[in-house]
């Protein structure tokens, strides 16, 4: 179980929301109160777009709560487009190829949940990967493993038809080895432009995700928060738990949808599995 | 804020105390339940005496909970007496010289607790120091210097008065600086052969601090547990907090009081500061 | 590129070869001389049979040279058979997982050289492993793949016949593949009571390997060397590179053989792949 | 034994100077040609100046070479001024806070060299730090204590001769102790606009030192390099080895000088210590 965020819009520094917050994603990390567990500890990892639009990572294998590296860089890199994510190992090794966000060309990955007996489902979800992809394959996550077949089905060119054949086989195959409810995922991906946000569990009952309400009607109800001025009307952050208490800023993304935060109009669509071919 | 654990008596392999019960010391890495930080995460650290009775470490700075290397010494290492510590720092830097156990020749010192304005009183402290001794500093917590200090006043020829001289000249160092209650400690020392576990601060309310009942003792009132038969009569251990939850076998150590296990019959003394001279 | 020790006989302290001789295995992390590297920073790992026999691991992603607890448990724990490895990366993680030995149930294992153009051969390589064993493999390393193929080809009843399987098997695929001379290896595998040590390589040009003289023999040249006199007449060193400049210590293993390090009277027998089934 | 670079002109990424050249910063780290050491494998830091003119700091226990962060940030960040140094340790702990470039305020600090005997002169060096400067001192090296004995000697208002009264300072407190060369050392410390860089040692025999040759100049002679055009006539490093071959590039910091750069013209100016008040 894992926390993560994706934030979209003006380019401010990490820190302002990894650090500088009550219940910034460092926070998170010690005290997280709406994850399947309390701690988020076994390491975290930041994907941002530097100033010539590539994707840059950072992870670590130490806990985010004290990793002084992770405070200097939140604070020296600002970022129109960044994801961050703790992680809680599921089983698998604390290293940081098991970290999230994964990269592969201009795309990041980062995910919440798990494949349930990953373990015995690995090598059936493994050999679906195209052959040119496999060899980048560099840990051993349900996760990385996800992204992988996404790619294989398609990400690049449709995300949301490439995630839902990626879950669609995900789950005949889980269901083939006797598992009942195999995927529990929020995942986010982004091709550096474009960010798309997914809930989805195969019983229906998904780890929770949350997106920020739109810039200019938060700047209407709190006309003089100084912090939300500065952000321009397409600013959006999509996050595990809110970031605060702030009323009305928080919405949560319904069971078994997908939200799109993209340059013009976002938007929120339901998002169900497809069979595999 | 920490949490640790010292053992003396029959040989048995660390994993025992430190990984093979439900309120082992890696539990209470992720969830302490008296401490007054519920997660230490911040290192850790172990001590023993091996074969040939010389002590060894081994310190992290990875969290208890997910260092495999850990596990695989706590299974392939046996020994009659070894201390474990897990580390939430107060504010030091994360670094293996900022865990403990510390050791000076035959010596291991552990602590949970805190100088209060350490950073103020550090260098009245560390001036108090002697000559020989100031070199093997290493890391800059409050701990490793009350250990020093502790050296300097006589710890390997009379621990009790030394350690009692030691706190004794931290309070009347904090206090000229203007800190009320300048230390707050349950502290553990030996030299591989007897423990001395000391539970002080300067306001009376100090971290709790637990010994085990002797085994004799124990044996009588669970004669069919088969863990405790093969452990001597003499076998104790000293925590932070229980590691079960077995009615009477274990009893708080009183506020300022220093327990003292050693072969023979053990003690457990009133403890208070002495002035220094 | 990297390095490796086994260790065979009279139980010793892991500090005797690890630290304490001018061409220790950690002074080989900083300067080897034979390698095709110098410098073998990026990781080490300890295998050892403790006292109740099981292996145990001790492997990290830091510089042997610089690790403190390196010294710690080498200078604590004793054993009668254990593995030392340093590594040099050919281009996979440097995490825990890909560091060596590897370790199934009461096997260890651990390799010098490499797979040519292994990410292209990766996937076919792996797909051979037996599907009750694929789950246990945890990092990204040839190594640890040609391990999980000598398991599957029977490496537990027969270790010289699965390697040579395993030889044979990635051979076929590589030039399948178009790899000219797809294997460089010195291999030393062992059950807790047998040493296997094979030196081979497909263009038949292997990676140094060297034996030390048997210890009666040694001890009748060299009567009056006390560290010899200490150690039975059975015990054996296998080694990349000579510990020391001792003449007629240390022998080279022919090209293509494989030494059999084991209670009696060892063997070295000339070693080829097989062709696959 | 270490091996440093200071970079001030046009902004640039990190990755021109650390990453891709033959003889890289990275590249030293495992083959350095004139240091004492070959291998500088005992953690890194990088130092920069941010977009808002903030000094902000990645240090690392692992070595140079094998650190993914350390390439991500290097290619993902730019700056217009940047430290960047490779440790091999002369015996203090490989932890983050031993690591250079150490910081105060808008300072930075990095040396290659070592206080001779500095744990028989530690504490009477660190008992001349100024009271508010000592809690700031984090690690144990003698490097972070001359950092600490130049602010208290002004560095902050006037560098050269700050630094002249810590080297002068150092030497009569070694010498005090016997020791007959003190002090060996190439510093560069920055404010955030000028660098100054000292070459100095007591016997009169310092570790090497290079500055480029002006950028004007240097275009003058080659007109046809493309990496040349893009800097700007000031911009400036200085190295404690060449990162290349370029004939008439990189110049010699003569013994017992100081160079200075900054805005406008650059100077080379003798240094020597000064007596203690």
Known sequence: MCRWLAY???PIPLEELLVKRERSLIDQSLHARRGATTTNGDGFGVGWYDAGGSPRLYRSTHPAWNDRNLKELAAGVSSPLFFAHIRASTGT?????????FRHGRWLWMHNGLIREFPILKRDLVLAVDDALYPSIEGTTDSEAMFHLAL?????????AAVGRMVGF????????????????????TDGTTVWAFRYSS?????????STRMDALKAVYPDLAELSALSDETRVVVSEPLGDLPGAWNEVPESHVGIVRPGTDDLRPFRPSLPD
Do not use: K, W
């Open 170 to 189: 995900v789950e005949a195959t889980g269901r083939r080895h006797g598992v009942e409810h195999p995927v529990q995922m929020t995942i986010a991906t």
């Open 8 to 10: 979209s819009g003006t």
């Open 152 to 160: 294989t089905f398609g990400l690049e060119d449709d995300p949301i």
């Open 203 to 211: 019983e229906g009952d998904s780890r929770s995700l949350f997106y």
């Open 93 to 101: 090794a604390i290293q940081e190829t098991n970290t999230h966000p």
